[in-house]
Each structure stands twice: as structure tokens, then as C-alpha cells.
T-cell receptor, first 120, second 113 residues
């Protein structure tokens, strides 16, 4: 088990372009989370998947953002028409979790190294 | 909604000494979980310790312990015998369902040799 991986690690794009990030969770983890982290701030929740179902989505997430987890394994996060304000570190995390009402200590998250997005 | 407040932007501690990092939370749900994560300069978040709202005892994991005061809604992280490798950002987080987590703004810890 190699942990959570994210690709690419760095992305520089011009304003208005679309970008897509990939996250590969730990193989047996059914829960997957996306976060955004800006300098000097904690991770900000974006969305959550249980298997292939997207069960939570932050109200702060504009319609330019979309995420998928088509087979309940890897996930992609796409940002359309990027803006300079989208520049941030995008973190992916996975956890084992136990269904929808398991003990909360089973939701310990394992984070990937992040994708740093710079929009010029 | 839940909220985490970390009021110490930066802390310094002498090597081998203990340090307490503060975390207060706000939630109306009686069932919740509190997590502490470490983020070194490399950027990868590392899970440290968990405390459940119904846990009777304070959580401990090696040199990490949690001073959980439910009535005061605080969950302070205590690091004993600080090491140079403990220098990092530390984040407190809360969830009540495991579906959505709320993180604080973090505390930057510097261990002085």
C-alpha cells in the first residue's frame, strides 16, 4: 500500500483554462474527500464521496467545480474557466469509514501530497 | 454547522519541553469527533490523535495527548518531550457524521534546539 497519491503535483495554467486533478486513494478505503487549502489557512472541505456516490458538496463550491469517482476507486476534480482566486493547494484524503453511521474514529483521514494550482 | 477556533498562530517550545496547542470548537450536535493533524513543510497532512465526544478518557498516542474539556468545548493537544521534528503546522478538525470536516486555521509550532 503506497498511500494516497495525487497527480499532478504542480499545475500552472492561464486564467480561463480548464484543469483536472486526479486522486488515487488507499485501495480499501471507500470514503474520499477533496479539500482546498490556501496559504495560512486550514483545509476547506469541497466534496465527499462514499464509493462512487457524491454525498456531500460544499455550498462554497461554484458550478465551475465538478468531481467524479466513477468506479468508486480514483477520483477527479475538474475546474472549468479557472480564475486567479482558484490558486491553492488541492488536497485529497481517503478513509476506511464504516458505512454511513460507523464510529467516528473510523473516519481518520489519510491525505495525499496535494496538487498545487497556480492560475496566472 | 461546526466550527473550530485555533487562537495561537505561532508557538515556540524548547526541545524536550512540553507544549499545549489550543483548540476550541462549536457544535450543537451531541455526537462528534475531534481530530488533530500535523502538516510539516513538505505539505502532507498526518493524522495524530482522535477524541470522541462520548469518550470518558482523554486520548493519548505516544507523546501526544488530548486535554478534552467537554463543558468548555476545548480539545487542546499536548506534545510532551518536544523534538526538532515536531516543528510544523498543527490543525484541529471536527466532524459529526464523518461526511464533512471543519478545520481550524492552524498553529505553527517551532521547536528551538
Amino acid at each position: 500500500d503506497t498511500g494516497v497519491s495525487q497527480d499532478p503535483r504542480h499545475k500552472i495554467t492561464k486564467r480561463g483554462q480548464n484543469v483536472t486533478f486526479r486522486c488515487d486513494p488507499i485501495s480499501e478505503h471507500n470514503r474520499l474527500y477533496w479539500y482546498r487549502q490556501t496559504l495560512g489557512q486550514g483545509p476547506e472541505f469541497l466534496t465527499y464521496f462514499q464509493n462512487e456516490a457524491q454525498l456531500e458538496k460544499s455550498r462554497l463550491l461554484s458550478d465551475r467545480f465538478s468531481a467524479e469517482r466513477p468506479k468508486g476507486s480514483f477520483s477527479t476534480l475538474e475546474i472549468q474557466r479557472t480564475e486567479q482566486g482558484d490558486s491553492a493547494m488541492y488536497l485529497c484524503a481517503s478513509s476506511l469509514g464504516q458505512g454511513t453511521s460507523g464510529p467516528l474514529n473510523s473516519y481518520e483521514q489519510y491525505f495525499g501530497p496535494g496538487t498545487r494550482l497556480t492560475v496566472t | 454547522a461546526q466550527k473550530i477556533t485555533q487562537t495561537q498562530p505561532g508557538m515556540f517550545v524548547q526541545e524536550k519541553e512540553a507544549v499545549t496547542l489550543d483548540c476550541t470548537y462549536d457544535t450543537s450536535d451531541p455526537s462528534y469527533g475531534l481530530f488533530w493533524y500535523k502538516q510539516p513543510s513538505s505539505g502532507e497532512m498526518i493524522f495524530l490523535i482522535y477524541q470522541g465526544s462520548y469518550d470518558q478518557q482523554n486520548a493519548t498516542e505516544g507523546r501526544y495527548s488530548l486535554n478534552f474539556q467537554k463543558a468548555r468545548k476545548s480539545a487542546n493537544l499536548v506534545i510532551s518531550a518536544s523534538q526538532l521534528g515536531d516543528s510544523a503546522m498543527y490543525f484541529c478538525a471536527i466532524t459529526n457524521t464523518g461526511n464533512q470536516f471543519y478545520f481550524g486555521t492552524g498553529t505553527s509550532l517551532t521547536v528551538i534546539p
